[in-house]
């Protein structure tokens, strides 16, 4: 069954400091890839995505994402934390054209001060 | 502005009863789902609706039922049947002819007391 884990139910990092959150994903097949971000209350909104076009991408509030078929990876970074990016982080992944959307557990990030 | 409503935000219900959710997009999106969340469970599909007319279970449908007779309206019954409903439950959409991006609604939150 195609899955997706996410590393680290909960991260911390300081304000200022790298931002990296971990997805590993299972598919015979390049997939199409998702992060989200969800903050308290609210619904989802979409942060990156990966169709097969570039193996970097970039998204909103700079944060970016780099799409590794050999490792089965496409962790998302940022290079500095701001406060507002405290919220809960969703990899999904629909595994080929047509599929369902599959979620991981979600990491929730905490930014500290 | 193009979107979509769900409501009501918070909802309360006795043990026993069936309680419906809204979930309006005027997007003119061909599909849409709804997601069950609970902590530490990312997000579980319980039903989706690929046109007007017709849908499908998702992986957790018992104790759930949906109808689509519009194309822009995809309400979700929780019945008594449901054993745990308390829940955050979040609606989205999708154009299918697109590039598997799906849009979600602001969320339920849906207590049974």
Redesign the interface.
Same mark, same amino acid.
């Given at each position: 069954a195609q899955s997706v884990t996410q590393l680290g139910?909960h991260v911390s990092v300081s304000e200022g400091a790298l931002v990296l959150l971990r997805c590993n994903y299972s598919s015979s097949v390049p997939p199409?890839l998702?992060w989200?971000v969800q903050y308290p209350? +609210?619904?989802?909104? &979409?942060l990156l995505?990966y169709?097969s076009a570039a193996t970097l991408v970039k998204g909103i509030n700079g944060f970016e994402a780099e799409f590794k078929k050999s490792e089965t990876s496409f962790h998302l970074t940022k290079p500095s934390a701001h406060m507002s990016d405290a919220a809960e982080y969703?990899c999904a992944v629909?595994p080929n +054209?047509g599929g369902? &959307?599959i979620?991981?557990?979600?990491t929730e990030l905490s930014v500290k001060p | 502005d193009g979107g979509i409503t769900q409501s009501p935000k918070y909802l309360f219900r006795k043990e026993g009863q069936n309680v419906t959710l809204s979930c309006e997009q005027n997007l003119n999106h061909d599909a849409m789902y709804w997601y069950r969340q609970d902590p530490g469970q990312g997000l579980r599909l319980i039903y989706y609706s690929q046109i007007v007319n017709d849908f499908q279970k998702g992986d957790i449908a018992e104790g759930y039922s949906v109808s689509r007779e519009k194309k822009e309206s995809f309400p979700l019954t929780v019945t008594s049947a449901q054993k745990n409903p308390t829940a955050f439950y979040l609606c989205a959409s999708l154009n299918s002819g697109g590039n598997n991006e799906q849009f979600f609604g602001p969320g339920t939150r849906l207590t049974v007391l």
């Open positions: 139910s199409y998702f989200y209350n +609210q619904g989802l909104q &979409l995505k169709t969703f629909i +054209q369902k &959307l979620f991981g557990q979600g | -």
